[in-house]
Each structure stands twice: as structure tokens, then as C-alpha cells.
């Protein structure tokens, strides 16, 4: 029933937005035929009815749709992060409270330490395997540093805490 609720929501708002004319344009007849429909002035106003009834009826079911775009959106967006998150669990990498509140060199040192203990783990009981790690330890320290130049860069991060940091890569990498 609350599955998928955001494609039901824009269903909704294009059923509401028929209705609403269906009804505009009968309300407007009714009012037509009920009366003088001689008269000029009653023709006039039902066209102004019917016309600006719809317009307003569909610019609300436009805000109605787009609500439900919304929430497909999110639904989609919390679908992929779940991925991501499982993925995360499936290389053993724990995420803590702690790490996505000081999120950045911090959580990505922690990866690439797991992923170099795991690399050497992996050469050690298969040092024969044809499976090639992407990236090399050279490589992994070019991509810690030009993350850190771009932190620089981009003023997230003090002169200090750069230097400091390529010091610790240089020490932990050399």
C-alpha cells in the first residue's frame, strides 16, 4: 500500500487534475443552461470558468506531481546509498558514527589502510594468483596527495594540517 507511494502520487495528481476539469466544465454548463444562456454575459463567464478553472487545476496538480517526484527521488537516492552501504560492510570497512562526523582524510586513510592490509593479506596466501590489486602503493599515495592539494586548494583545509598531511604520507607511503 505505502510502496512505490511517489508514482501514486503523480498518478493521483493526473487523475485529480481530469477531475477537477470534468467538473469545472459541467459546474460551468450547468450554470449555462440553468439559466439565460442568451445572455452574453453568462456565455462569458463560463468561458472564464472553464478556461481558468482548468488552468488553476492543472497548476495545482502540477505541485502535486512534482511532490511525488520528490519522493521518488529520495526513495531512489536512500535505494542507492543502502548500496552502497552494503558494499561498504562487504569489504569489512565498519562505518561509526564517530567516522562520518570527522569525515574526510580521516575516513579515507581508514579505507586505504584496510585496503592495504587487505592487499598484503592477499598476496600472502595466493602469491601466485593472475588477480592484479588496481592500484600500487605509489598510486595509492598520488591520489592521497592530490586529494590533499585540492583540500588546499579549495581552502578546506589550513596550511598547516597540508603540510602535516604530507608529512604523514610521505612517513606512511616512504
Excluded at 13 to 30: D, K, N, P, R, T
Excluded at 78 to 83: A, I, S, T, Y
Aim: one cysteine or more; proline letters at 2%.
Amino acid at each position: 500500500m505505502y510502496k512505490n507511494i511517489g508514482k501514486k502520487i503523480k498518478v493521483l495528481s493526473i487523475i485529480f487534475a481530469w477531475i477537477l476539469i470534468v467538473a469545472i466544465c459541467l459546474g460551468a454548463f450547468y450554470f449555462l443552461f440553468s439559466g439565460d444562456y442568451t445572455n452574453t454575459n453568462n456565455i462569458l463567464i463560463c468561458a472564464g470558468v472553464i478556461i481558468g478553472g482548468s488552468l488553476l487545476s492543472i497548476i495545482i496538480s502540477w505541485f502535486i506531481y512534482a511532490y511525488g517526484q520528490i519522493a521518488d527521488k529520495v526513495q531512489s537516492v536512500d535505494e542507492k546509498l543502502d548500496d552502497v552501504i552494503d558494499a561498504l560492510h562487504s569489504l569489512n570497512y565498519e562505518i561509526s558514527h564517530s567516522s562520518l562526523e570527522n569525515a574526510g582524510t580521516k575516513v579515507i586513510d581508514e579505507f586505504f589502510d584496510k585496503a592495504e592490509k587487505s592487499r598484503e593479506t592477499f598476496e600472502q596466501d595466493e602469491p601466485d594468483s593472475p588477480f592484479q590489486f588496481p592500484q600500487s602503493r605509489q598510486e595509492l599515495f598520488d591520489s592521497q596527495m592530490k586529494k590533499l592539494r585540492k583540500d588546499y586548494e579549495m581552502s578546506k583545509i589550513t596550511y598547516d594540517e597540508y603540510d602535516e598531511g604530507i608529512k604523514r604520507l610521505e612517513k606512511k607511503y616512504k
